[in-house]
Nanobody, 124 residues
Framework: HVQLVESGGGSVQAGGSLRLSCSAS????????MGWFRQVPGKEREGVAAIAWGGSTKYAASVAGRFSISKDNAKKTLFLQMSSLKPEDTAMYYC???????????????????WGQGTQVTVS
């Protein structure tokens, strides 16, 4: 079983930056897809960025060039560096894990087995 805990959310002005972190515990499989999703009230949770065990990344078109996903395997931590933030980036951000999968990572929510509780990002 894997536990995920996000941190780093907060309030920021448009054009600013934030760095989200997601700490994994409970013997996470190193060979895994890790992803960041976000959700606003009344809308479906959407994929933002994903990183495969080998390091390949995928970004939603709305954040490409502004967000960067990375991970520290030794520290079992996933990061999302967010720059040039816009009010439309305001959402609850969730970390997700798909252990034991070595293929290309996508944004299908059903593929991810574990989820964190989320961290709020507000851009004004």
């Amino acid at each position: 079983h894997v536990q995920l805990v996000e941190s780093g959310g907060g309030s920021v002005q448009a054009g600013g930056s934030l760095r989200l972190s997601c700490s994994a515990s409970g013997s996470p499989d190193r060979r895994a897809c890790m992803g960041w999703f976000r959700q606003v009230p009344g809308k479906e949770r959407e994929g933002v960025a994903a990183i495969a065990w080998g390091g390949s990344t995928k970004y939603a078109a709305s954040v490409a060039g502004r967000f960067s996903i990375s991970k520290d395997n030794a520290k079992k931590t996933l990061f999302l560096q967010m720059s040039s933030l816009k009010p439309e980036d305001t959402a609850m951000y969730y970390c997700a894990a798909r252990p034991g999968y070595g293929g290309i990572c996508g944004f299908s929510r059903a593929d991810y087995n574990y989820w964190g509780q989320g961290t709020q990002v507000t851009v004004s």
